[in-house]
């Protein structure tokens, strides 16, 4: 199993920048891709970007050109650098872990990130 360490969700104004961070633990020797997800109520979680231990990166089209995502693998922790935020940008972020792009068992509790007009 894979634990999930959250930090970084909060409120902002459009235009604002906030950081989002992950660190994993336990079973992560199994762990090849990290990255984060958002859902809002009422529809379906969508990709926000994700990264290789590689240092490959998949963003999603909400996602590019705004954010950054970023990994330390010595601490398995991954980074969601957000700027020039959008009151759409309002959701529940999830860190995510798995072993490839389309495996992501692992699932972090979410954090709020909430972005006034």
């Known amino acids: 199993q894979v634990q999930f360490v959250e930090s970084g969700g909060g409120a902002v104004q459009a235009g604002g920048s906030l950081r989002l961070s992950c660190a994993a633990s336990?079973?992560?020797?199994?762990?090849?891709?990290m990255g984060w997800y958002r859902q809002t109520i009422g529809k379906q979680r969508e990709l926000v970007a994700v990264i290789s231990r590689g240092g490959t990166t998949k963003y999603g089209d909400s996602a590019k050109g705004r954010f950054t995502i970023s990994r330390d693998n010595a601490k398995n922790t991954v980074y969601l650098q957000m700027n020039s935020l959008k009151p759409e940008d309002t959701a529940v972020y999830y860190c995510?872990?798995?072993?490839?792009?389309?495996?992501?068992?692992?699932w972090g509790q979410g954090t709020q990130v909430t972005v006034s007009s």
């Open positions: 336990g079973s992560t020797f199994s762990i090849y891709v």
């Open positions: 995510s872990a798995g072993s490839s792009y389309t495996s992501v068992p692992y």
